[in-house]
T-cell receptor
Framework: ELKVEQNPLFLSMQEGKNYTIYCNYS?????LYWYRQDPGKSLESLFV?????AVKQEGRLMASLDTKARLSTLHITAAVHDLSATYFC????????????FGDGTTLTVKP | DGGITQSPKYLFRKEGQNVTLSCEQN?????MYWYRQDPGQGLRLIYY???????QKGDIAEGYSVSREKKESFPLTVTSAQKNPTAFYLC????????????FGPGTRLTVL
């Protein structure tokens, strides 16, 4: 059974600082997703990482995938208040069916 | 605009009642999914469908049922057999290319009174 662990689960940081969210998973997978969820809202897709060493960047967020270490990171650069949200990683375990296991999420609060 | 719609946004159910949550997409996606989200947790898969007239159980299918009579529609029924149905329910769809992620609807918040 695929297990996905995110840490930290809660993160409070000041504007302008950098931080990294970690997503570890227990079995082999070659596809990993990052999503953002605002309070009371649905999930918004941020990144799809398809291969070992994949790196994608959008604005102040950068995601990477190391399939050998079974680890993905979401790096936040110079945080701003608008980045406050819950971030989920999801690891594919049946790519034909599009099935993934989600982590419990990291709730990020960016303070002025 | 292309997207996924869910209705209703909020739903209240009395114990012993069945309720049906609607999910419609106009993205021309073959695959559709239903998830349940409890406070402070990630999403858990209830049912999924890869093609019309076919669907498969996910990890927590007990107490739920679905149908897939049309490509655009994938309704979820929460039956009285589901003992703890209060949760946020999310519907998603997905295209077929390797780059495809899942696109989520706005969700339905179900509360049992």
């Amino acid at each position: 059974e695929l297990k996905v662990e995110q840490n930290p689960l809660f993160l409070s940081m000041q504007e302008g600082k950098n931080y990294t969210i970690y997503c570890n998973y227990s079995t082999t997978s070659d596809r990993l997703y990052w999503y953002r969820q605002d309070p009371g809202k649905s999930l918004e897709s941020l990144f799809v990482l398809l291969s070992n060493g994949a790196v994608k960047q959008e604005g102040r967020l950068m995601a990477s995938l190391d399939t050998k270490a079974r680890l993905s990171t979401l790096h936040i650069t110079a945080a701003v208040h608008d980045l406050s949200a819950t971030y989920f990683c999801a690891v594919a375990y049946n790519t034909n069916a599009g099935k993934s296991t989600f982590g419990d999420g990291t709730t990020l609060t960016v303070k002025p | 605009d292309g997207g996924i719609t869910q209705s209703p946004k909020y739903l209240f159910r009395k114990e012993g009642q069945n309720v049906t949550l609607s999910c419609e997409q106009n993205l021309n996606h073959d695959a559709m999914y239903w998830y349940r989200q409890d406070p402070g947790q990630g999403l858990r898969l209830i049912y999924y469908s890869q093609i019309v007239n076919d669907f498969q159980k996910g990890d927590i299918a007990e107490g739920y049922s679905v149908s897939r009579e049309k490509k655009e529609s994938f309704p979820l029924t929460v039956t009285s057999a589901q003992k703890n149905p209060t949760a946020f329910y999310l519907c998603a769809s997905r295209g077929t290319s390797a780059q495809d992620t899942q696109y989520f609807g706005p969700g339905t918040r179900l509360t049992v009174l």
